[in-house]
Antibody, heavy 120, light 110 residues
Framework: EVQLVESGGGLVQPGGSLRLSCAAS????????MNWVRQAPGKGLEWVSY????????YYADSVRGRFTMSRDNAKNSLYLQMNGLRVEDTAVYYC?????????????WGQGTLVTVSS | QAGLTQPPSVSKDLRQTATLTCTGN????????AAWLQQHQGHPPRLLSY???NRPSGISERFSASRSGNTASLTITGLQAEDEADYYC???????????FGGGTKLTVL
């Protein structure tokens, strides 16, 4: 069974930093492109970033580029999102999600999400 | 990044058919089609359909997708109470090098 388990969320002040993690199991993590997608309270889905299987390509949404850094450790079956310079508008549930192999933007599996709250 | 356009809400009666739309442009839906996700309150999204009408295993045949030009559609037949949820479309935008989502459609089953 595929499992994606996010952790690292919490309350942080504006300007602060957090590092999210996503532990993957039940599939060959090293062969899949992975994503972070967020959802602000009561709002829709917003794609944050994506990383290819070998970390050769990483893309970011305009709203987080320069502040967030996505990475992965295939040996540990883990995905990360380093978030710096956090803003109130970054408050959201952050999901990690795998892409269906060979199908960009097709989010096949999702974690349960971790809540990030940016507030003073 | 500019997103895809979905109607905010749709209401239909039990056992009826609902068609949800998602409009983009030639750089996203017109180029590679759309995927559809269902999200129940308090749960993560679930993939329903991709590349216009491919369904993951376990997804009911009541869900079918199509595309015409830059507009993707999801049709749900024989509406059931459990179909009441938010529905999102997504696509890869080749000009933005980014994923774009629709704003979501809240489907109410009366």
């Amino acid at each position: 069974e595929v499992q994606l388990v996010e952790s690292g969320g919490g309350l942080v002040q504006p300007g602060g930093s957090l590092r999210l993690s996503c532990a993957a199991s039940g599939f060959t993590f090293s062969t899949y492109s992975m994503n972070w997608v967020r959802q602000a309270p009561g709002k829709g889905l917003e794609w944050v970033s994506y990383i290819t299987s070998s970390s050769g390509n990483i893309y970011y949404a305009d709203s987080v580029r320069g502040r967030f850094t996505m990475s992965r450790d295939n040996a540990k079956n883990s995905l990360y999102l380093q978030m710096n310079g956090l803003r109130v508008e970054d408050t959201a549930v952050y999901y990690c999600a795998s892409w269906l192999s060979g199908n960009p933007s097709v989010f096949e599996h999702w974690g349960q999400g971790t809540l990030v709250t940016v507030s003073s | 990044q500019a997103g895809l356009t979905q109607p905010p809400s749709v209401s239909k009666d039990l056992r009826q058919t609902a068609t949800l739309t998602c409009t983009g442009n030639s750089n996203n839906i017109g180029n590679q089609g759309a995927a559809w996700l269902q999200q129940h309150q308090g749960h993560p999204p679930r993939l329903l359909s991709y590349r216009n009408n491919n369904r993951p295993s376990g997804i009911s045949e009541r869900f079918s997708a199509s595309r015409s030009g830059n507009t993707a559609s999801l049709t749900i037949t024989g509406l059931q109470a459990e179909d009441e949820a938010d529905y999102y479309c997504s696509a890869w935008d080749t000009s933005l090098n980014a994923v774009v989502f629709g704003g979501g459609t809240k489907l109410t089953v009366l």
